[in-house]
C-alpha cells in the first residue's frame, strides 16, 4: 500500500503523490486552507507530513500548537520533515561578513550589506518585498554569486519577482477579479470598513495598514537553529529529532520529489536546515 504524504504551506513546489495544501491555491492540484484554523484533515491520516519555510511564519506561541496539528494528522511512526531558515548558519556567515568588511576585504562590504538584509528584513518589513526587492532590482546586483550561493533557485525567482512590474503580491495573490467580485458582494460591510477609516487619522490608518500587512502571512515570526527546533518537536511529543541533509530522508524515494532539491540535484534553498522526527 503505497504511502500517504502530506505538503504543507506548498507554495509552488507540490508533487502529483502528495496532498497539497497552502493559503492561497496556485495550481488545481492544491487545496487552499487557512493553516492557521488547522489541518484540514481526520486524525491519523497521513504517513509523511512535510512544511518548508512555513513554521517560522507563525509566532513563537503558536508554533506548538501547529505541530501538534502536524501530529494529530500522522500515524503512529509517521514522519514529519522540516525545513527552515538556519539561525546558526546565517549567524555565522553574518559574523564572517561582519569581520571581513570591517578589515575592508574587498566584495564584504556588499556582503554584510547582504546579510543583514537576510537576518533582519523578512521580520521588520513594512511592505511586501521590504528592502531585499530594493536590493535585488539593482542592476546588477551586487556579489550576485554569493547571494545565489546562499538562497539558490529562491534568489532567482526573488530577483526575477522583484524586477517584475507589479512585484511579489501579483505573483503570489488571487486575481484582482475576486476583490471586485467580493465588493459587489458585501457593498454594505465594504462601505461601513470606508466610514470607519474615514474617521481616523493618517495616523491611525497607517497603522492599521502596518497590522494588516503583518498579518496576512509574509512576515517572519521567530527564527530556528537544530537546538531549537529539536527542543521544540520533542516538547509536543515527537520522538527522534534528527537533522538531515536536503537529498537525505526517512521518506522512500525522497529526492525524486524535488521539495528541497531540484532534477539536477542542486538544493533548492541552500540556507536552510532540515530536520526529522517521528511520531512514537
Same mark, same amino acid.
Given at each position: 500500500?503505497?504511502? +500517504?504524504?502530506?505538503?504543507?504551506?506548498?507554495?509552488?513546489? %507540490?508533487?502529483?503523490?502528495?496532498?497539497?495544501?497552502?493559503?492561497?491555491?496556485?495550481?488545481?492540484?492544491?487545496? &487552499?486552507?487557512?493553516?492557521?484554523?488547522?489541518? $484540514?484533515?481526520? #486524525?491519523?491520516?497521513?504517513? !509523511? =507530513?512535510?512544511?518548508?519555510?512555513?513554521?517560522?511564519?507563525?509566532?513563537?506561541?503558536?508554533?506548538?500548537?501547529?505541530? +501538534?496539528?502536524? +501530529?494529530?494528522?500522522?500515524?503512529? *511512526?509517521?514522519?514529519?520533515?522540516?525545513? =527552515?531558515?538556519?539561525?546558526?548558519?546565517?549567524?555565522?556567515?553574518?559574523?564572517?561578513?561582519? *569581520?571581513?568588511?570591517?578589515?575592508?576585504?574587498?566584495?564584504?562590504?556588499?556582503?554584510?550589506?547582504?546579510?543583514?538584509?537576510?537576518?533582519? #528584513? /523578512?521580520?521588520?518589513?513594512?511592505?511586501?518585498?521590504?528592502?531585499?526587492?530594493?536590493?535585488?532590482?539593482?542592476?546588477? !546586483?551586487?556579489?550576485?554569486?554569493?547571494?545565489? *550561493?546562499?538562497?539558490?533557485?529562491? &534568489? !532567482?525567482? &526573488?530577483?526575477?519577482?522583484?524586477?517584475?512590474?507589479?512585484?511579489? /503580491? =501579483?505573483? /503570489?495573490?488571487?486575481? %484582482?477579479?475576486?476583490?471586485?467580485?467580493?465588493?459587489?458582494?458585501?457593498?454594505?460591510? =465594504?462601505?461601513?470598513?470606508?466610514?470607519?477609516?474615514? !474617521?481616523?487619522?493618517?495616523? *491611525?490608518?497607517?497603522?492599521?495598514?502596518?497590522?494588516? %500587512?503583518?498579518?496576512?502571512?509574509?512576515?517572519?515570526?521567530?527564527?530556528? #537553529?537544530?537546538?531549537?527546533?529539536? +527542543?521544540?518537536?520533542?516538547?509536543?511529543? %515527537?520522538?527522534?529529532? /534528527?537533522?538531515?541533509? $536536503?537529498?537525505?530522508?526517512?521518506?522512500?524515494?525522497?529526492?525524486?520529489?524535488?521539495?528541497?532539491?531540484? @532534477? #539536477?540535484?542542486? @538544493?533548492?534553498?541552500?540556507?536552510?536546515?532540515?530536520?526529522? &522526527?517521528?511520531?512514537?
Amino acid at each position: 500500500m503505497s504511502k +500517504r504524504l502530506l505538503n504543507l504551506g506548498c507554495g509552488r513546489r %507540490f508533487h502529483a503523490d502528495w496532498e497539497n495544501v497552502d493559503f492561497v491555491a496556485l495550481a488545481p492540484a492544491i487545496k &487552499a486552507h487557512d493553516l492557521r484554523q488547522g489541518i $484540514p484533515y481526520g #486524525d491519523e491520516s497521513f504517513d !509523511v =507530513v512535510y512544511h518548508s519555510h512555513l513554521l517560522e511564519h507563525f509566532p513563537k506561541k503558536t508554533a506548538p500548537l501547529f505541530l +501538534r496539528e502536524c +501530529r494529530r494528522v500522522l500515524k503512529r *511512526e509517521g514522519v514529519i520533515r522540516i525545513a =527552515v531558515p538556519d539561525l546558526e548558519k546565517i549567524a555565522r556567515a553574518y559574523l564572517e561578513a561582519f *569581520e571581513k568588511a570591517s578589515q575592508g576585504v574587498p566584495t564584504w562590504k556588499e556582503k554584510y550589506d547582504w546579510m543583514m538584509l537576510e537576518l533582519y #528584513d /523578512q521580520a521588520v518589513r513594512e511592505r511586501s518585498g521590504g528592502a531585499c526587492f530594493d536590493y535585488l532590482r539593482s542592476d546588477p !546586483v551586487p556579489n550576485w554569486d554569493y547571494i545565489l *550561493e546562499r538562497a539558490g533557485a529562491e &534568489a !532567482v525567482a &526573488a530577483r526575477d519577482a522583484a524586477r517584475a512590474e507589479h512585484g511579489i /503580491q =501579483v505573483a /503570489q495573490r488571487a486575481g %484582482f477579479g475576486d476583490k471586485w467580485g467580493y465588493v459587489f458582494r458585501n457593498l454594505g460591510q =465594504v462601505l461601513r470598513n470606508k466610514l470607519k477609516l474615514a !474617521v481616523l487619522s493618517d495616523y *491611525e490608518r497607517e497603522a492599521l495598514e502596518l497590522g494588516k %500587512f503583518r498579518r496576512q502571512g509574509e512576515i517572519h515570526q521567530w527564527m530556528y #537553529d537544530s537546538y531549537s527546533l529539536a +527542543r521544540l518537536l520533542i516538547e509536543v511529543d %515527537f520522538s527522534s529529532p /534528527q537533522r538531515c541533509e $536536503p537529498t537525505e530522508s526517512q521518506i522512500p524515494n525522497w529526492a525524486t520529489y524535488c521539495l528541497d532539491s531540484e @532534477i #539536477d540535484g542542486a @538544493i533548492y534553498k541552500p540556507d536552510s536546515m532540515y530536520m526529522e &522526527a517521528v511520531k512514537s
